[in-house]
């Protein structure tokens, strides 16, 4: 069977009416010579948007489908991912348990004030170590458990393979739209953190056996950290549409040199792009993704480090509510 035959027979709830636009870059594109695109998953009209949301159309049948009540997931307080669960919990009758890393903040804004403000019950791992949240998803499900919930864990950022799915059907869509533009691109950008874009990336251009390369910088973890996670998730995925699970982490690259002082925080170079693209072409990107990003891709660009690459597509992935969370002093890092 072919793989999208396959994934079109997954269930799909589907809580926004795509495609997202394949925008130009008119402005930014003649500063670096080439030829660039945005995909504008920000633009996804479900909860403040973002490509998360395209994991949950995938993830929300399969809650259904396994007798599940509450969603049980996590990250940091200002996840993208987290902030969207508890809307498509909410919106489907299910209860949602966040499990943030690190300590209650004073101050509620952002992504956190959407959270809470959709009745997610939060937790906190008082521990600072991202990976934290691992444990406290299992304590949180084996609590609900005893309390007579049926709690479904969704992976630290929703990285695991059902949610992939979604990023598989990204691909046939890009791959669609870029048929009916007449474009042919060379190199597809992304932020890379939890793996499971670039996951559904990897498995969607195998099944479509296109040769687009994918420049994927890390915003998160090591690259050979994230080559291994990628693998793994891209394998899982592959096995879901009937594919072979061949991926390896030595084929799987990953750029690691912008992430700055770490996950979440803000660095001069994503802040300096942040500007360049809100100030070329009017879009906003956010401090921990694609500002990020960006950066490294702007980076590349001024550097002719792949000088032969002249058609680009930018995955403009969400985020915008960090620019309503802090005192925005990140402008000035």
Known sequence: MNPFDA?????????????????KLRFLSPQFRTKIWAKRDDLIGFALGG????GLEFLIPDVKA??????????????????ATAAAARVFGFDCTAVFWGS??????????VTKMLGADIRYTFDENRASVDVGLEKAAKELSQNGKRPYIIPRGGACAVAALGHVFAVREIYQQCQKADIEPDTIVMAVGSGGTYAGWLVGLRALDLKWRILP???SRPPSELSEQVSSLANETARLLGMEDTFE????????????????IPSREGAEAIRVMANSEG??????YTGKALAG?????????????????????????????????WLDV
């Open 7 to 23: 994934l079109d027979q997954i269930p799909r709830e589907v809580l926004f009416t795509g495609p997202t636009p394949l925008q």
């Open 51 to 54: 490509n998360k949301i395209r």
């Open 66 to 83: 396994k007798g599940a009540d509450t969603f049980v997931t996590g990250a940091g307080p200002q996840s993208n991912h987290v902030r």
């Open 104 to 113: 209650p903040s004073v101050k509620i804004d952002g992504n956190l004030r």
């Open 217 to 219: 910088i890390s915003v």
């Open 249 to 264: 982490p030595s084929d799987i690259p990953v750029d690691g040199g912008y992430i700055g002082g770490g996950y979440g």
């Open 283 to 288: 879009i906003l990107l956010d401090p921990t």
């Open 297 to 329: 891709f702007i980076d590349s660009l001024a550097n002719e480090r792949h000088a032969s690459i002249k058609k680009y597509i930018f995955l403009h992935t969400g985020g915008e509510p960090a620019y309503f969370a802090g005192d925005g002093a």
